[in-house]
């Protein structure tokens, strides 16, 4: 799971900064891996109303109040990027929909949203807003309940073994045991890792670094001895009893 946290410009801002922060918004989104389930949040400044025309992929009708600017933009922004508007699914009541309370308390709108990519549609439950946390702000928490269901891990193919490690109190075991490491660390520093992904190199070399320390590891200092367990004697618990 990934979380984006975002705080958008006013209505009222001029389109320059508008831009600049769906441009940032945009680049902070491709850094996530794409099969991430992925939670856009935070206060848009964007009333999306219910009118979902042309953009039913995007948002229900289930949200509140009349549109206004910045809510063209989010709407562009989650059809272009396969994000759908939470707040706006549910058939909560509107106490349950408006996030956002002014301070003379007669204007409330529904202005903080929460998004979440398209193919983990259906693991988000509900979305509504919690009046009664004190966050000592004109917004109200808005929360989700989200629903995962996670594959079972297959088995571990990769064991530790336990190696003799008391051989290397022995002066010579423990310079071939060094030698066999300096050798084979030099080997691996030769590798050329310029054609994978950053994060492919850094799983590959982690295998190499470990494969170094155990073919090392075997060759010198071989496996440790198991030692049997001592089996209790019932008969003479018993008798002795």
Same mark, same amino acid.
């Given at each position: 799971?990934?979380?984006?946290?975002?705080?958008?410009?006013?209505?009222?801002?001029?389109?320059?900064?508008?831009?600049?922060?769906?441009?940032?918004?945009?680049?902070?989104?491709?850094?996530?891996?794409?099969?991430?389930?992925?939670?856009?949040?935070?206060?848009?400044?964007?009333?999306?109303?219910?009118?979902?025309?042309?953009? =039913?992929?995007?948002?229900?009708? =289930?949200?509140?109040?009349?549109?206004?600017?910045?809510? =063209?933009?989010?709407?562009?922004?989650?059809?272009?990027?396969?994000?759908?508007?939470?707040?706006?699914?549910?058939?909560?009541?509107?106490?349950?929909?408006?996030?956002?309370?002014?301070?003379?308390?007669?204007?409330?709108?529904?202005?903080?949203?929460?998004?979440?990519?398209?193919?983990?549609?259906?693991?988000?439950?509900?979305?509504?807003?919690?009046?009664?946390?004190?966050?000592?702000?004109?917004?109200?928490?808005?929360?989700?309940?989200?629903?995962?269901?996670?594959?079972?891990?297959?088995?571990?193919?990769?064991?530790?073994?336990?190696?003799?490690?008391?051989?290397?109190?022995?002066?010579?075991?423990?310079?071939?045991?060094?030698?066999?490491?300096?050798?084979?660390?030099?080997?691996?520093?030769?590798?050329?890792?310029?054609?994978?992904?950053? =994060?492919?190199?850094?799983?590959?070399?982690?295998?190499?670094?470990?494969?170094?320390?155990?073919?090392?590891?075997?060759?010198?200092?071989?496996?440790?001895?198991?030692?049997?367990?001592?089996?209790?004697?019932?008969?003479?618990?018993?008798?002795?009893?």
């Amino acid at each position: 799971m990934s979380i984006i946290q975002c705080y958008a410009p006013t209505n009222d801002s001029n389109d320059r900064d508008k831009e600049a922060f769906y441009e940032q918004l945009q680049a902070t989104l491709e850094n996530v891996h794409r099969r991430d389930l992925l939670l856009v949040m935070g206060d848009l400044n964007a009333k999306v109303g219910s009118d979902n025309m042309n953009f =039913e992929r995007v948002m229900g009708r =289930e949200g509140c109040g009349l549109q206004n600017n910045n809510e =063209e933009r989010l709407v562009e922004w989650c059809a272009f990027n396969n994000m759908i508007i939470g707040g706006t699914l549910f058939p909560n009541r509107n106490i349950q929909k408006l996030t956002w309370t002014s301070p003379n308390g007669r204007d409330q709108n529904q202005i903080d949203h929460l998004m979440v990519n398209s193919m983990w549609r259906r693991s988000l439950l509900d979305v509504r807003v919690k009046r009664g946390a004190d966050a000592s702000s004109d917004h109200h928490l808005v929360t989700a309940k989200v629903r995962l269901k996670l594959r079972a891990a297959g088995p571990n193919k990769y064991t530790t073994p336990i190696y003799d490690i008391s051989r290397l109190q022995d002066p010579r075991t423990k310079k071939a045991f060094v030698l066999q490491l300096r050798n084979r660390f030099q080997a691996l520093s030769n590798i050329d890792e310029q054609d994978n992904e950053e =994060e492919d190199a850094v799983n590959q070399q982690w295998k190499q670094v470990r494969n170094i320390f155990d073919e090392a590891s075997k060759t010198c200092l071989g496996m440790q001895k198991t030692k049997k367990k001592e089996r209790m004697d019932y008969t003479r618990h018993v008798a002795g009893y």
